[in-house]
Every structure is written in structure tokens, then in C-alpha cells.
RNA sequence: GGAGAGGUGCCUGAGCGGUUGAAAGGGGCGGUCUCGAAAACCGUUGAGCUGGGUUUCCGGCUCCCAGGGUUCGAAUCCCUGCCUCUCCGCCA
């Protein structure tokens, strides 16, 4: 959400960049509205000063018994004035809010402007992609002749687009899952969070899911519960309606779940194999800051997300998003992109995303400065740290070996149970 | 699932329907005292919205879980919801 009082300033500005963002919105109608809720609140401070005057007098009156019926009766009708006048506002505001709540995030002045995805730039790119003597399979095709991805029984117990994992498959997700936890908590200085899986309205609506993004979400109807898409729904929500000390930031939490995603609307994208699914296994980067350092904090996220890549010995580059392209509450993003041989492609393993204060402002998440001013809003951000259903897409595929067994990366070792290699049962 | 209790400021905890934004204590901050510290004493200590002067300034309105209702007037009475706690049942 963003600041009327920055709406009122530059209303020309904020329409251009909302278009530039492709989700335009009707700045006028939000400037009338804002008037008329102002207007109106003055006719009725006006009013309840003046009720909360006579109103002593009356207790004054009556304390020394004599007759306030006139007076009352004169309270009576200004009472119902602003009664009318109460619901008015609150029509007002609601109205306003519903158009406020629609608007997106603008772009940082770092932001590349562009009309599409196609104009996202290429930011940097780590190793060269894997060469091989044969033609490298695919991860479905692989994960078939080791039998550690199972889609036909995820599809028989579920539905399509819930593989279940196997065997090696399933220690290795957990081997990612324990790595990317142990680097994120020991190295990188993030505190280990374990969220509840579902989430109520008002955390959705605060990370921006909500209200645009209702369908692509699991929706537990008889609780009012929704399946998290990210961990970034409850983790970012854990202070909502807080006030921090300046001296407790930056805030840095890093958290696994379980995300769950019903892709409603991408049918015939990405259908095969374990790239689109509806639930995946993801840890999640958290930040809140002060607004002076955020931009910074955004390049250690980055740096942060792209040790994990490094480590894993994986092929990548690093886009950074054009405004086109960019969600509805980023300012800037960068997206990490694994390359995978089997697929001939770059897949999205993580975003990393500076929110600055527009998540902050519709969670209520500020923070009290250190020479004891006014509570101001904190920066929010975050980014996975990893994702790994696609990372152990890119992993498969890039360690893959002639006679169609899998490498296992050193770095995973620990967790592997002295596997180093995944071969054909 | 059944039966109770309760939700007040950073915390504990008062609050006959009418100067209660809110007693008291604690904590925090500032000061006095001290070489310094402790103790003691004094002072101070919420947020949002909206005006005016327009750097530190001065007003008004709102907020005692949330949303409705009663009333000239509600933290205080009534209804609904949410949350917390205790007991019973069930259960990983």
C-alpha cells in the first residue's frame, strides 16, 4: 500500500508508473475520494467537539439538579447528525481503501523500464553451462530410471502436479532442505523460524497476496485458512502490528514450509515433470530493515541466495526484473535462474525482492528510532533460499553421468549418509 | 467437542455511565545527590487521523481485543465475533 499523502503529492507520477507496472489505476477517482474523506471528517470533528462540550455542561447541570432537557434535547439532534455523518465517513473510506489496496508498488528508480519479460536484464551469470559427452536426459526421465520421483502414484494419491519423491529422491530433498537451513542459520546469521502452513486473510492481504491473488490459493473454507504459497506469508507477518526497536534491526529470518500453489490459470505451462507443482519445499529469506539500508540489505539477500547456487556448483545468472515484469508489491527484484541441461533452460529458483515500506504499511510493521521519534515503517524483503523442487530439477540434470546415475554434491555429504552417487536400482 | 474465566498503556493491575488517555506499582528515560555506582528523591514516559503556524509550535477528533447496539454522554450497560487461560473428553 502506498502513502496517500505520496498519491496527493504526485498524482501524475504514481499513474505513470502503475502503467509502467501494468496494473494501471484510476488515480483521479482515489484523489476525489481522498478530498471528500477529509471534508467530511471535519464537518464531523466540528460536530463531536461540540457534543463533547455540552455534554459536560449537562453533567455539570445535572450534578446540581437543574433541568438540562433543552440542552439534551439540542445533543440529541447533533447525535444523529453525526451518526449520519460517522457512516458517510466510513462509506468514504472504505471505498478509498478498496482502490488503495489495488495499487501497486512503484518501481526504484534502479528498475529498468521495459514492456515484458523480454526485457529483463541479464545482471550476471556464474560458471558455464555443464558440457556433455552424451545427451543429457531430462530430470523426469531420470527420475524414472532411478526411481526416486514417483508422478503416476502423486497423481493417483493427489492429483497431477503432486509427485511424491523416493528413496534417494527423498533424501536428497531433505539433504537441500538441511543445507540451505544450516548455511542461512551458521554462516549468513539468520534466525531459524517454523511457521504454521496455513495463514488467515489478514496475513495474506498483508504480504499483498490478497485480495488480487485469491485463486491461486488453497482456501480451507470451513476455518477461513489458507495454504501459504511462500513462507513469506507468515514469517513477514510475525511482527504485523508491531513496533520495533531501531536497535533490533536488520531483522534477518530465514524459515522452511511446505508451499502450496494451485497455478490456476498456467495449465499447458511447464505440465511435465516437477517444474510447476502444486506443493514444493522452499526456504525462505526474510528481512525487515531500516528504509535508509534497504537497497543494500537487497544486494546481501542477493549475494545470500546465489552462495547456495555456488555451493551446489550449479550453472546460473541473475536477471533483474524490468518494472513490466515485476510483482505487484516489489520495488526492485532479482530473479536466480539454475540452468537445467536436460531442459535447455534457465528455471526460477529464486526472487529477490526489496519491498521498501509497501508491505510494511499494510502490515502495520514500524519501528521507533533511536533518537525516540515517531514511529516510522520498516523495509521489508525477502527471497528463496532456495526452492527445491526446481533446484533438484537443475541438480539432477547437471550431475548426471553417461551411464545415467547422479552425482551428489560435496556439499551435501553430510546429509547423504556417505552417498555420493545415486545409480539405477 | 462439553463446562467455566478473562481480554485496559512497555509489564503487573485499578476503574459508581459524565474533566479517565485512563489510579497505583514496576520498567524505561531525564535530573538532583555522588569521585563513580547503588539507594533515595523529583520529573517524564502511547498511537492514529485531521487542522493552523509551517525546523524544535499550538489545537481538534478517535483509540481501554474487533464489529454492531442502548444513551445527551460508554473503558464502564447489551449483542456478535476473535483470541487467551482453566477443567473434562478426544488425540499425534
Redesign the pocket.
Known sequence: ML???RIRDNPEFIKKASENKKSPVDIDTIINL?NR???T??E???L?????????E???L??EKKD?TK??????E???R??DL??QQ?EIEETLHEHLIRVPNIAHESTPHGESEKDNVVTATWEKPPSFDFKPKDHIELGIILDIIDFPRGAKIAGAGFPVLKNEGARLERALINFFLETHTRRHGYREIFPPFLV?RASLFGTGQLPKSEEQMYFIGED?LFCIPTAEVPVTNLHRDE?LDQAQLPIKYCAYSACFRREAGSYGRDTKGYLRVHQFNKVELVKMVLPSTSYDELELLRIDAEFILKALGLHYRVLTLCDADLSFAAAKCYDLEAWAPGEGSYLEVSSCSNFEDFQARRMNI?Y?PAN?????FVHTLNGSGLATARILVALLETYQTANGTVHVPEVLHPWMQGLTEIGPR
Open positions: 502513502d496517500m499523502q481522498d474523506r477529509r471534508d471528517i471535519k464531523v470533528e466540528r463531536k467537539n461540540l457534543r463533547n462540550t455540552r455534554s459536560q449537562i453533567a455539570v445535572r450534578k438540562a440542552v439534551i434535547a439540542e445533543m440529541k447533533v447525535s444523529d453525526i451518526k460517522d457512516g466510513k488467515n477461513g513496533i514500524r521507533r525516540g521519534d515517531k514511529p516510522r
